[in-house]
């Protein structure tokens, strides 16, 4: 919120993805700006593209771009050129580039990349509700160009007035727990693998690459055209929790779920077992 009111006015676009995190559009009407949703694609990785950002700038003018990288809900990441890409594209076409790079720290394969490495100007936003494991102490970051900086405090003050101090001493003390919070990233890591390992069981093919955060999103449209029902139905028979594709994408979210393995291996386990023949018994329901 921070960070949009900063840069925008009522009435300028914004672009966001689908899937993305359900926040970004409800803050962009809030604040009565119009969110323009870029589809993403598998021939793109599940990422944000400079090409699809030109695209989207050449069919009506944009003001700004927002990106995650790990990403909510599929945990893909843009690699460095394709963040190098973004970066010149809208430096190029004068656009704000907002960089949430909030599950930095979660990977399994290549480091997160800032997109300040490739854009100077990009504001980015952080928290310490991931890696962290702070998620309930509601504390984060926004780091903005140095000339944007006394209107982004002044919105800050006028909106928030400051973080608790509580939570300001607990995450100082949080910075200094690294053995404790990369064993929060092993675990998630197996829970990843266990998982992965379990989809071939649960018939679930066509998934996003979870190269960080915590999640998998995956393409249920050969079993519902309603993920949400089909999330409930899991829940009510199982006891296992998942997310419905729609609160992400409401366009074609309702053949999708997110998982999330940001619990015990334990859980996961579990979980896998409970769900196996609820998926076998789904499947043979839709032959």
């Known amino acids: 919120m921070l960070a949009f009111l900063s840069l925008f006015d009522p009435g300028q676009r914004v672009a966001i993805t689908a899937p993305g995190y359900p926040a970004y559009r409800n803050i962009l009407e809030a604040l009565g700006l119009e969110p323009v949703t870029i589809p993403l694609t598998k021939a793109d990785g599940w990422t944000l593209t400079a090409a699809a ?11 700004g771009v927002l990106a995650m990288s790990p990403a909510n809900p599929s945990g893909t990441m843009i690699g460095a050129q394709a963040l190098a890409d973004l970066g010149a594209a809208c430096r190029r076409l004068g656009l704000w580039f907002v960089s949430d790079e909030i599950y930095h720290g979660l990977t399994y394969a290549e480091p997160t990349r800032s997109m300040l490495e490739f854009e100077p100007r990009a504001i980015v936003v952080n928290s310490f509700s991931k890696y962290f494991s702070m998620a309930g102490w509601r504390l984060g970051w926004v780091i903005v ?13 006028a909106l928030f007035l400051t973080a608790p101090s509580l939570a300001q001493h607990a995450a100082l003390v949080a ?3 690294r ?27 066509k998934i996003a690459p979870p190269d960080g955060a915590f999640y998998i999103y995956a393409d249920v449209g050969q079993l519902t055209d309603d993920s949400l029902a089909f999330c409930k139905e899991l829940l009510r028979d199982t006891g296992v929790a998942t997310a419905p ?31 196996i023949p609820w998926f076998e018994r789904a499947w043979a329901k839709a032959a």
């Open 175 to 177: 910075m200094d727990c």
């Open 179 to 205: 053995d404790e919070l990369e064993g929060h990233v092993a675990t998630y890591r197996r829970n990843r693998e266990l998982l992965l390992e379990a989809l071939p069981a649960l018939g679930l093919q």
């Open 245 to 275: 594709g729609i609160d992400f994408d409401p366009v074609d979210g309702h053949r999708f779920i997110r998982m999330s393995f940001a619990v015990s291996t334990a859980e996961i386990e579990e979980a896998i077992r409970r769900m």
């Open 145 to 157: 160009p140095r000339d944007e900086a006394a209107r982004a405090v002044a919105y800050m003050g």
């Open 53 to 63: 950002v030109e695209r989207a700038h050449a069919q009506s003018p944009l003001h």
